[in-house]
T-cell receptor
Framework: GAGVSQTPSNKVTEKGKYVELRCDPI?????LYWYRQSLGQGPEFLIY????????DSGLPNDRFFAVRPEGSVSTLKIQRTERGDSAVYLC?????????????FGPGTRLTVL | QKEVEQDPGPLSVPEGAIVSLNCTYS??????FMWYRQYSRKGPELLMY????GNKEDGRFTAQVDKSSKYISLFIRDSQPSDSATYLC??????????????FGAGTRLAVHP
């Protein structure tokens, strides 16, 4: 079966531009997470969706970052006025339900480079 | 100070060696402890999952959790070149909404050479 997919796999943009990163979770998974992984670091939590709603967005660094999941499946992470410090791998994970016993399955990530 | 500390390595061992990977943490509320393996340019994949203290074994892998010392370990026996990857420890509490926000260590790069 298909795993979590993320598009694009690589995105190069210029400082100040707007970008959208897409995540397709495993079919039927209600919980969706976004993480950001900087070079040489572990992933850092950004936001968690249960269904269509963002239940916890405490990890979003500032108001330039926004994420949606309008139909409770695909999610889009949106970054406005990109900065060089936004360069990182953005990982999406999904799990069947919320809860500690539900494994989070990660996608391959989108590697964002801001020039 | 980070909530989860992990030596980034790199760690280089010969094939067949026993590998020991470790993390320490500061948040005593953590209840769930995981080890993920991440190959280059791939997403993390779950290797081991432990709830609270104790040991768990799965094939060549053994995970240990010592909550009194806030210390977790992953042992790999008979290491293989295919084990070469970055190993991330992760831990979490269960939030009131029932979800699971993972806090990761920085990852340890492991190279197993033939």
């Amino acid at each position: 079966g298909a795993g979590v997919s993320q598009t694009p796999s690589n995105k190069v943009t210029e400082k100040g531009k707007y970008v959208e990163l897409r995540c397709d979770p495993i079919s039927g998974h209600t919980a969706l997470y976004w993480y950001r992984q900087s070079l040489g670091q572990g992933p850092e939590f950004l936001i968690y969706f249960q269904g269509t709603g963002a239940a916890d967005d405490s990890g979003l660094p500032n108001d330039r970052f926004f994420a949606v999941r309008p139909e409770g499946s695909v999610s889009t992470l949106k970054i406005q006025r990109t900065e060089r410090g936004d360069s990182a791998v953005y990982l999406c994970a999904s799990s069947l339900n919320a809860g500690a016993n539900n494994e989070q399955f990660f996608g391959p990530g989108t590697r964002l480079t801001v020039l | 100070q980070k909530e989860v500390e992990q030596d980034p390595g790199p760690l280089s061992v010969p094939e067949g060696a026993i590998v020991s990977l470790n993390c320490t943490y500061s948040n005593s509320a953590f209840q769930y402890f995981m080890w993920y393996r991440q190959y280059s340019r791939k997403g993390p994949e779950l290797l081991m999952y432990t709830y609270s203290s104790g040991n768990k074994e799965d094939g060549r892998f053994t995970a240990q959790v010592d909550k009194s010392s806030k210390y977790i370990s992953l042992f790999i026996r008979d290491s293989q070149p295919s084990d070469s990857a970055t190993y991330l420890c992760a831990m979490s509490t269960l939030f009131s909404g029932g979800y699971n926000k993972l806090i990761f260590g920085a990852g340890t790069r492991l190279a197993v050479h033939p």
